[in-house]
T-cell receptor
Framework: QKEVEQNSGPLSVPEGAIASLNCTYS??????FFWYRQYSGKSPELIMF????GDKEDGRFTAQLNKASQYVSLLIRDSQPSDSATYLC?????????????FGQGTELSVKP | DVKVTQSSRYLVKRTGEKVFLECVQD?????MFWYRQDPGLGLRLIYF???????EKGDIPEGYSVSREKKERFSLILESASTNQTSMYLC?????????????FGPGTRLTVL
């Protein structure tokens, strides 16, 4: 089983709809969860992170975490064509004196005008 | 703003060449990372460093080495480049190893080995 799993997509939604991106992880001890957005040919950029069960909202984005079920999701409300990108879920793992992120393979989102 | 820079955006090398990829961050971050990203395989960690002169192997260290002589600079070295090392290489940094730390990525270097 992969440590962090995402549906690869592509996920296609019409403009103005809600896009729902899901991620599951295998390590029950994981504490911090990150969502990155990556446009084609560009490097990942952070959208938001979450470490408490429940919802965290930032503008049109809402991250949801359920540690008991080991999943984290990202909702994008009022989706825009500019949201079309690959979304990467990442889970922090503490290692020796440092920390590292384990990334999922990413979900490609396409928002159609 | 955090800034992570990488020495080249595009690089073309020959099989067997020694290749240096450099990464510099300007925010006094403790941790630095090198990843490669390939279609269908996602981001894979090659090496990381949590302090000057310290390094830890990631998931795919074979064929690579790293150097961190100064806090702001982390170099990835391909001792003898091979065609299967053609990839996008991404450098990242984070302030510390705390669980809430965000990693900030550089623009990436697309390396082609012929």
């Amino acid at each position: 089983q992969k440590e962090v799993e995402q549906n690869s997509g592509p996920l296609s939604v019409p403009e103005g709809a809600i896009a729902s991106l899901n991620c599951t992880y295998s390590d029950r001890g994981s504490q911090s969860f990150f969502w990155y957005r990556q446009y084609s040919g560009k490097s990942p950029e952070l959208i938001m992170f979450i470490y408490s069960n429940g919802d965290k909202e930032d503008g049109r984005f809402t991250a949801q975490l359920n540690k008991a079920s080991q999943y984290v999701s990202l909702l994008i409300r009022d989706s825009q064509p500019s949201d079309s990108a690959t979304y990467l879920c990442a889970v922090n793992m503490i290692y020796n004196q440092g920390g590292k992120l384990i990334f999922g393979q990413g979900t490609e989102l396409s928002v159609k005008p | 703003d955090v800034k992570v820079t990488q020495s080249s955006r595009y690089l073309v090398k020959r099989t067997g060449e020694k290749v240096f990829l450099e990464c510099v961050q300007d925010m006094d971050h403790e941790n630095m990372f090198w990843y490669r990203q390939d279609p269908g395989l996602g981001l894979r960690l090659i090496y990381f460093s949590y302090d000057v002169k310290m390094k830890e192997k990631g998931d795919i260290p074979e064929g690579y080495s790293v150097s961190r002589e100064k806090k702001e600079r982390f170099s990835l070295i391909l001792e003898s480049a091979s065609t299967n090392q053609t990839s996008m290489y991404l450098c990242a940094s984070s302030p510390t190893g705390l669980s809430t730390d965000t990693q900030y990525f550089g623009p990436g270097t697309r390396l082609t080995v012929l």
